[in-house]
């Protein structure tokens, strides 16, 4: 089964720093991987942030970004805000099992 | 407005059976497969099991294959997860979430309730 590392597992930022968080899959496969990042606050369920490696879920931010292809992807927020310290997580999701990766935690430094 | 509400989850003793329930709203529910994921205490996100719009098609995760069943009652509105031969690392929060796309195969999670914690302890 295909495994997801994020990296970093944590990081700290201030509001207005350019945060990225990268996510890379373990091998590749014949098939294109299709990479989605979530974001959750304690004590709260996940959110869909992003979907397709780049495509913005309705209602998110555009300071969200999303990149990469094949095997690597990045998730980057351009100018952090005080709402988005939380835990973000990647996940491969056309393929079985969908794993998700070990989650980066974004603390306020 | 999407809403999924999870409930079941309680304290069980290894070995033990246990079933959570999830009541849909705010959408076509016999539309979308409907999947259970679920968080260890401290940990990351873990996949259990998927169920298709029809109920007909079902996967699960390698850890829970032959102990978990999932199902829906697409009159009800309403996904379970049946959890036997319960172990300590069942141990989780277990949330109910919603495929993205209707009448679509694929483990993007568009929805999720606010999950039910199942502690197996003795």
């Known amino acids: 089964a295909i495994q997801l590392t994020q990296s970093p597992s944590s990081l700290s930022a201030s509001v207005g720093d350019r945060v990225t968080i990268t996510c890379r899959a373990s091998?590749?496969?014949?098939?294109?991987?299709?990479c989605a990042w979530y974001q959750q606050k304690p004590g709260k369920a996940p959110k869909l942030l992003i979907y397709d490696a780049s495509s913005l879920e309705s209602g998110v931010p555009s300071r969200f970004s999303g990149g990469g292809s094949g095997t690597d992807f990045t998730l980057t927020i351009s100018s952090l805000q005080p709402e988005d310290f939380a835990t973000y997580y990647c996940?491969?999701?056309?393929?079985?099992?969908?794993?998700f990766g070990g989650g980066t935690k974004v603390e306020i430094k | 407005e999407v809403q999924l509400v999870e409930s079941g989850g309680v304290v069980v003793q290894p070995g033990g059976s246990l079933r959570l329930s999830c009541a849909a709203s705010g959408f076509t529910f016999d539309d979308y497969a409907m999947h259970w994921v679920r968080q260890a205490p401290g940990k990351g996100l873990e996949w259990v099991s998927l169920?298709?719009?029809?109920?007909?098609?079902?996967y699960y995760a390698d850890s829970v294959k032959g102990r978990f069943t999932i199902s829906r009652d697409n009159s009800k509105n309403s996904l379970y997860l049946q959890m036997n031969s319960l172990r300590v690392e069942d141990t989780a929060l277990y949330y109910c979430?919603?495929?993205?796309?209707?009448?679509?195969?694929?483990?993007?999670?568009?929805?999720w309730g606010q999950g039910t914690l199942v502690t197996v302890s003795s």
């Open positions: 091998q590749g496969i014949s098939i294109t991987l299709a």
């Open positions: 996940q491969v999701f056309n393929i079985y099992p969908p794993p």
């Open positions: 979430a919603k495929s993205a796309k209707e009448r679509h195969f694929d483990w993007l999670l568009s929805h």
């Open positions: 169920v298709t719009w029809d109920g007909v098609t079902t």
